[in-house]
């Protein structure tokens, strides 16, 4: 079964307003999340880096005033795309590496956003 | 900086014939590499993981190999079928399991019948 949930799966908002999607893991606790944001027919660019109980750090190019993110407990993850925009139309997945450093991550099965 | 990238971008061929994927990237210090499926509209299957130790892992009709030297690794598929059809993702971990993954932009395989 799915280790990792996102939930919506899809969604369709009309610009301006603000989305929030959640990435829960299912089966262990989980201090770190990524956030990878994919455009059409781009390959997955890491967004952000989620860490439970302190702020997400960010990449270069990601504004974290508009993608809020909130870790706050070991199990869930929530990315807030503030006062969305066409251009942020895309499919966000989060992974969540297993603890202790091992070698496996799980990924979610995405959330497709659609701005209009 | 680390970057990974995979050619061709885009692949068809008839059902049956064997074929290689390929993928490069900067920096051959890597710590893994792994290979990934992606249908249309949906999220990542994990195909196979190499660890940086390792020159090749296998799984059904599936073989990728890793020459960490020349920082490369193909992926190659065996007696392709119409459901091999997908986007295949190759993505590189610098460093150890809690970091994230470089990804390369994929190649879109078509496998006709």
């Known amino acids: 079964g799915a280790v990792v949930s996102q939930h919506p799966s899809r969604v369709i908002c009309k610009s301006g307003t603000s989305v929030k999607i959640e990435c829960r893991s299912l089966d262990f606790q989980a201090t770190t999340m990524f956030w990878y944001r994919q455009f059409p027919k781009q390959s997955l660019m890491l967004m952000a880096t989620?860490?439970?109980?302190?702020?997400?750090?960010?990449e270069q190019g990601v504004e974290k005033d508009k993608f809020l993110i909130n870790h706050a407990s070991l199990t869930l993850s929530t990315l807030t795309v503030t006062s969305a925009h066409p251009e942020d139309s895309s499919f966000y997945i989060c992974s969540v590496p297993l603890a202790g450093g091992s070698d496996t991550q799980y990924f979610g099965p995405g959330t497709r956003l659609t701005v209009l | 900086k680390q970057e990974v990238t995979q050619i061709p971008a885009a692949l068809s061929v008839p059902e049956g014939e064997n074929l290689v994927l390929n993928c490069s990237f900067t920096d051959s210090a890597i710590y893994n590499l792994q290979w990934f499926r992606q249908d249309p509209g949906k999220g990542l299957t994990s195909l196979l993981l190499i660890q940086s130790s390792q020159r090749e892992q296998t799984s059904g009709r599936l073989n990728a190999s890793l020459d960490k030297s020349s920082g490369r690794s193909t992926l190659y598929i065996a007696a392709s079928q119409p459901g091999d059809s997908a986007t295949y993702l190759c993505a590189v971990w610098w460093r150890s399991g809690n970091t994230p993954l470089v990804f390369g932009k994929g190649t879109r395989l078509s496998v006709i019948a």
């Open positions: 989620s860490n439970e109980g302190s702020k997400a750090t960010y």
